[in-house]
T-cell receptor, first 114, second 110 residues
Framework: DTGVSQNPRHKITKRGQNVTFRCDPI?????LYWYRQTLGQGPEFLTY????????KSRLLSDRFSAERPKGSFSTLEIQRTEQGDSAMYLC????????????FGPGTRLTVT | RKEVEQDPGPFNVPEGATVAFNCTYS??????FFWYRQDCRKEPKLLMS???SGNEDGRFTAQLNRASQYISLLIRDSKLSDSATYLC???????????FGAGTRLFVKA
């Protein structure tokens, strides 16, 4: 399968715990995006990488959130000290460089904070 | 005002109907535009890009009006399998600033 993959697909955690999600983009794609989606809303942009450089972060991304993309391949999104409001679907997408290049999404990681 | 606004829906239509979705965006510097489809509890999938000249893909037609900052999607001869949420997407800032609308839910009934 050459699409975007994400792991884990589901995560249930207790408030205050740290969680880490992984995204493996389509191998030729040099741009990688993270989004958060809650019920009834469209995906909200969190952050974006071009190769290994994190070039933009949304104001939605509090200090508890950090993302990395070492070597410009896979990416991780870590949430520290989770809160119930962090419960959402976390989506990763990848694309080629350029505004006309479409983004392809992974299946997402559904986070539930209890 | 939201940066990208879509018809709130839901739309309930019979099979074979023609249905149109509308989307407006606030950033006049926006550069590229897309429609995505999202099935329940699945990831968004690209339906089509939207070009200034308009584009058509089978039963689907997308239009862009830059002057009015308006995008539309027309679905002809609706199928049961078209039931999904349709997301309007606008890119700016060299492509990385991607804003999704909240989506419009479509139900096609037999």
């Amino acid at each position: 399968d050459t699409g975007v993959s994400q792991n884990p697909r589901h995560k249930i955690t207790k408030r205050g715990q740290n969680v880490t999600f992984r995204c493996d983009p389509i191998s030729e794609h040099n741009r990688l995006y993270w989004y958060r989606q809650t019920l009834g809303q469209g995906p909200e942009f969190l952050t974006y990488f071009q190769n290994e450089a994190q070039l933009e972060k949304s104001r939605l991304l509090s200090d508890r959130f950090s993302a990395e993309r070492p070597k410009g391949s896979f990416s991780t999104l870590e949430i520290q000290r989770t809160e119930q409001g962090d419960s959402a679907m976390y989506l990763c997408a990848s694309s080629f460089f350029g505004e006309d290049y479409e983004q392809y999404f992974g299946p997402g990681t559904r986070l539930t904070v209890t | 005002r939201k940066e990208v606004e879509q018809d709130p829906g839901p739309f309930n239509v019979p099979e074979g109907a023609t249905v149109a979705f509308n989307c407006t965006y606030s950033n006049s510097a926006s550069q590229s535009f897309f429609w995505y489809r999202q099935d329940c509890r699945k990831e968004p999938k690209l339906l089509m890009s939207v070009y200034s000249s308009g584009n058509e893909d089978g039963r689907f037609t997308a239009q862009l009006n830059r002057a009015s900052q308006y995008i539309s999607l027309l679905i002809r001869d609706s199928k049961l399998s078209d039931s999904a949420t349709y997301l309007c997407v606008v890119n700016s800032g060299g492509g990385f600033k991607t804003i999704f609308g909240a989506g419009t839910r479509l139900f096609v009934k037999a």
